[in-house]
């Protein structure tokens, strides 16, 4: 179990494009890029457009109401413990709850929420169009979260995550580091410190799995059961899943550091276990020395 059977959901905060997908989609560029090194430039955070061609450009309306299924299906803790979309809205709910707290506490900055938008095969983004290709992503013009729910099952089965439920908690969190990056500033400014496997993209990122631990440490509050060391030791493997030289590897069968766009297997644990032991977003500077 890991909600409170008898917490409360709000669904408001997740908007639920499932089965209303644009037709058209992704126009992969790049000199032949396939579906699986875009994966892995995008995944978990990476902004579709920060390559050239990679996106169709369009406007984030068009695809019609959001469904309000949610709304009816997903009212208690009880229904995220039994399904993955309540899951993704609790989750939501809990790494929100925990920014308002703490901006409110720390930052001369206002907590603006952020909705996730969770979809099927394609829909429009404020960074272009949004695929189950691309992976989780944050996208600053929109701040949106942007989810296709068969992402997980990807974890599982291409990159060898164990899976489990605070694997999905990590995504989604790691997604909302970015939206707190963004709102104090980080962002804008990352892009300018470089590339490569010290670049301001891989600071950027493992700065993001650094205050998604952090949510971690304070997840039980509220809406969350306490978390177990196996529940931790899920959300580290998929942290590990995701790592840039484990998909090098993968899919092409070498790594290279100049290549990195979001840290090795071993900084990205490094760096949720950071915030998850400290539970300090002081300790998550990812852009003054060494990672």
């Excluded at 709910?93 to 909705?115: G, H, K, L």
């Amino acid at each position: 179990m890991t909600f409170d059977p008898d917490a409360r959901l709000d669904p408001s905060q997740v908007t639920d494009r499932r089965g209303m997908g644009r037709t058209g989609g992704l126009a992969v560029g790049g000199g032949g890029l396939g579906l699986v090194l875009l994966l892995a430039y995008v995944l978990l955070g990476g902004n579709p457009n920060d390559i050239s061609g990679l996106m169709e450009p369009g406007a984030v309306s068009g695809v019609g109401p959001a469904s309000s299924a949610l709304a009816t299906d997903c009212q208690s803790g009880q229904d995220a413990n039994q399904r993955d979309d309540c899951r993704i809205l609790a989750y939501v709910n809990s790494i929100q709850t925990f920014w308002q707290q703490e901006f409110a506490q720390s930052s001369s900055n206002a907590y603006r929420p952020a909705n996730t938008v969770i979809f099927t095969g394609a829909t429009q983004s404020g960074c272009g169009t949004a695929s189950a290709a691309t992976g989780p992503f944050y996208c600053p013009p929109d701040k949106l979260v942007y989810l296709d729910l068969g992402f997980f099952d990807e974890l599982r089965s291409r990159f060898g995550a164990t899976g489990g439920s605070l694997a999905q908690g990590y995504v989604v969190a790691h997604e909302y580091g970015h939206h707190v990056q963004d709102l104090l500033g980080i962002l804008g400014s990352a892009a300018a410190q470089g590339e490569g496997a010290s670049g301001g993209s891989v600071r950027t990122e493992l700065q993001a799995d650094c205050l998604a631990g952090v949510w971690a440490s304070h997840a039980e509050a509220g809406i969350m059961a306490p978390l177990t060391d196996a529940q931790i030791a899920d959300g580290l493997d998929a942290a590990a899943a995701v790592g840039d030289d484990r998909i090098q590897k993968a899919t092409t069968g070498q790594v290279d550091p100049e290549g990195w766009t979001h840290g090795s297997s071993a900084q990205r644990q490094k760096w949720f276990t950071i915030g998850y032991d400290g539970g300090d977003v002081g300790q998550c500077d990812t852009f003054g020395g060494g990672l």
